[in-house]
């Protein structure tokens, strides 16, 4: 899952950004209104939440809110704020956010509330993602092959690696090519290695083959990958 993260304190911001990479979301962070809008002119569809503060230089959050809501753009948002009083409280959600934070808040508590997000919007995927043996649990943020004996075993992976089998998990039998991996699940502004795409799905396939998925994703030569469970 991409997030969309726009605040400009940058402890702040880093704080945030490595804690949903270390819970396998993908994140881009904007530290202006008007670096977030270039991001949302660019890509919008390709977000599954965002996360705006209030007081943003060059174009507040609140009204990047406003933005987005006359575009009948529906991407949830949680609004971050240290306005605590329940008019501004009022204001923020009936402008169009879908949860407020106020600041200080703990890492712990911005995550529930990103899960709670995730729950109530129905364009966001289920709590579970099932093809064939494989379950992924979002809320353990956990990948688990059933056995024969019907035995859960964790997979263990890193988060680019979770984040790559939950997309094929997404586009089961689709081919999908190499500059839509790179651009749905690196970073925007953040260029990898030319061979970044290979290199990760080889891993794939050696964390995958104890559980007779080494060929799974399979290579369609001058085209791209394809994921493809027959059981």
């Not at 993908?26 to 977030?36: K, N, P, S, T």
């Not at 043996?133 to 990948?143: E, P, Q, R, V, W």
């Not at 991996?181 to 970073?187: A, N, Y």
């Not at 891993?203 to 998925?213: F, I, M, N, V």
């Given at each position: 899952m991409r997030i969309l993260l726009v605040e400009d304190e940058p402890d702040l911001g880093k704080a945030i950004k490595r804690t949903l990479i270390q819970h396998n979301y993908?994140?881009?962070?904007?530290?202006?209104?008007?670096?977030?809008l270039s991001f949302l002119e660019i890509g919008s569809q390709i977000y599954t939440l965002g996360i705006f503060d209030w007081l943003l230089p060059k174009i507040l959050g609140i009204d990047l809110i406003k933005q987005l809501r006359k575009q009948n753009n529906p991407l949830p948002i949680l609004i971050l704020t240290a306005k605590d009083s329940e008019e501004d409280k009022v204001i923020?959600?009936?402008?169009?956010?879908?949860d407020y934070l106020v600041k200080p808040f703990g890492m712990a508590e911005l995550l529930a509330r990103l899960r709670a997000l995730q729950r109530r919007s129905p364009q966001i995927a289920p709590q579970q993602l099932k093809l064939g043996?494989?379950?992924?649990?979002?809320?353990?943020?956990?990948?688990f092959y059933q056995d024969i004996q019907g035995n859960n075993q964790l997979i263990e992976l890193t988060n680019k690696e979770f984040q790559l089998l939950e997309y094929f998990m997404q586009h089961p039998n689709q081919?999908?090519?190499?500059?839509?991996?790179?651009?749905?699940?690196?970073?925007?502004?953040?260029?990898?290695?030319?061979?970044?795409?290979?290199a990760q799905i080889r891993?794939?396939?050696?964390?995958?083959?104890?559980?007779?998925?080494d060929n799974w994703i399979k290579t369609v030569y001058g085209l791209g990958y394809q994921f493809v469970v027959n059981h």
């Open positions: 993908i994140v881009d962070w904007a530290q202006d209104g008007e670096e977030a923020g959600l009936d402008t169009g956010a879908d043996n494989i379950t992924l649990d979002y809320g353990k943020y956990a990948i081919i999908v090519t190499r500059d839509q991996l790179l651009s749905q699940l690196w970073e925007w502004g953040n260029e990898p290695m030319s061979n970044v795409v290979a891993l794939l396939r050696h964390k995958l083959a104890p559980y007779g998925g």
